[in-house]
């Protein structure tokens, strides 16, 4: 069992928390460094997992379009929202209060080195706690994250997020799960540059607000599983 180190940052501003994955990023991949040239572990590196909420947020990937943001800047201010480009892959998405936002740091070394198979364990995470809410989830061809009827273009619906970064096999950012999320600011967007699908909550296909402590623990639960992973 690989130990990672888990934190609930709770609400926290993105940039704040973006500069702490950088800096948890940066540790290992100059841990890895400094090992390889000493041609032996001398720093050993950390894994982390963190979960958090933002504020209102859009944020848009290295490949995505800047036009996929419907606002100005008055306009964005009027919803209280901000903006950032940042460096992971993916187009734009939302963050928000009722989003449980998930930052796994891990070094992959440790783990296997197949990035299609770190995102896809990530998906298999969300698919296995959607499912013990009774909701059955899956995958949409040519696309990353989790969906609700990914067969049925007329009901197809996102309800996770994911764009990742990596580099010396560690990876930073991570997923967006929507919870209990107000669905009303990604129609400010073109989510994930695809504007023909919708976004759905827990919240919304339940019809009830969700415990999203409980939902924290269900994710850890799963992801220690597929990860083989203990929590310290």
Partial sequence: MQKVHFQDLGLIDYKEAWDYQEELFKAN??????????????????SHLLFCEHPHVYTLGKSGDESHLLLSESLLKQKGATYYKINRGGDITYHGPGQIVGYPILDLDFFFTDIHRYLRFLEEMI???LAEYGIEAGRSDGFTG???????PLKA??????????SRWVTMHGFAFN???????FNNIVPCGISDKQVTSLQKELNREIDVNEVKEKL???FSALFEAEFI
């Fill in 29 to 46: 991949v100059d841990a890895k460094i400094e090992n390889r040239r000493a041609d032996k572990t001398v720093t050993p590196t950390k």
């Fill in 220 to 222: 850890k639960k799963h």
């Fill in 146 to 152: 989790v969906w609700l009827d990914a067969d049925n």
């Fill in 179 to 185: 919870v209990n999320a107000d669905l009303d600011y």
């Fill in 127 to 129: 698919i296995l706690t």
């Fill in 157 to 166: 619906r996102k309800i996770c997020a994911m764009g990742v970064r990596c």
